[in-house]
């Protein structure tokens, strides 16, 4: 988040951002603009720290905030007990270490007022990308036989959903701009492009692909032969062969797209490819 450059009495807004580390860069740098004096040894001592040059470690990306050390960070920024619960998120998003984790914080990250005020976009954003629902039926507008209507879109879908879900995507289709009504009065799709924040873009793509990847597994007994295809092939490689063998399925990628998107005759059926490389073993030890 980039804030003004000009002096202001009152502090970086908290809840406009989703990087804590960010967040206390710009703190930071408007301390200095109304105090040229405050230096991260003053910050260390309202924050009960011992190294003066903690602040910046954190700011760089070399530290991480801990148990120990929030609470007194908290206390130098002056937070009050929301703020104080924001920042708490805000580490646990960038610091989590699993998706669980991180979901939980966005979760209430995104569930704040404030936040959703201030950055109300990423949050739909996010959330297009970590339902499959919401990607099926953007695409299902292509068929010429789509009504704007959920039981029908919940009825049509596979596996199958509830009207309220199907309904849901919709509302928030419209909200992000992607489907908007066209000259014959139907739904289609825009040319309006989702963008999350950097901090939340990796986790909705992680969504993403497991909920996809949950689909196709219970996609091997849920579909008949003609109308699945799977293949999988395990191999030994070379370490130095992943970057090729990861050109290759991104230059597939494209190709499959262009051999959809150049289609003469009319869409009929919104179908899920995956490409997936992942290892079954740890690399090779260093000697």
């Given at each position: ?14 809840f406009a951002t ?184 990796g986790l909705a ?83």
């Open positions: 988040m980039v804030y003004s450059t000009s002096v202001s009495n009152s502090p970086p807004d908290l989703l990087s804590y580390r960010g967040y206390l860069a710009d703190w930071f740098a408007w301390k200095k603009s109304i105090n040229p004096r405050f230096s991260h040894r003053l910050f260390a001592r309202l924050a009960d720290q011992k190294s003066p040059s903690l602040l910046k470690a954190v700011i760089d990306g070399r530290r991480n905030l801990t148990p120990t050390t929030l609470p007194g960070f908290s206390r130098a920024l002056q937070f009050d007990p929301d703020a104080q619960a924001f920042f708490c998120d805000l580490v646990q998003l960038d610091q989590a270490e699993t998706d669980d984790e991180r979901n939980d914080a966005w979760a209430r990250i995104s569930a704040t007022r404030r936040f959703r005020d201030a950055r109300r976009i990423e949050g739909e954003a996010f959330r297009f990308f970590s339902h499959w629902t919401y990607v099926a039926v953007y695409e299902l507008v292509k068929r010429a036989d789509f009504v704007e209507d959920p039981r029908w879109i919940a009825r049509t879908l596979r596996p199958k959903v509830k009207a309220s879900e199907a309904r849901q995507a919709l509302v928030e289709l419209r909200s992000l701009g992607l489907l908007v009504e066209g000259p014959d009065g139907r739904l289609q799709q825009s040319d309006a492009s989702v963008v999350t924040a950097t901090e939340v873009r793509v992680h969504n993403y692909h497991r909920g996809m990847s949950a689909l196709a597994h219970d996609a091997v007994g849920a579909f008949h032969p003609p109308e699945r295809h799977l293949l999988g092939v395990t191999v030994t490689v070379p370490e130095s062969a992943i970057p090729a063998l990861k050109r290759e399925l991104n230059a597939m990628q494209a190709r499959l797209l262009d051999l959809c998107d150049s289609a003469e005759e009319p869409a009929e059926r919104v179908m899920q490819i995956n490409l997936q490389l992942f290892p079954l073993s740890a690399p090779l030890e260093s000697p």
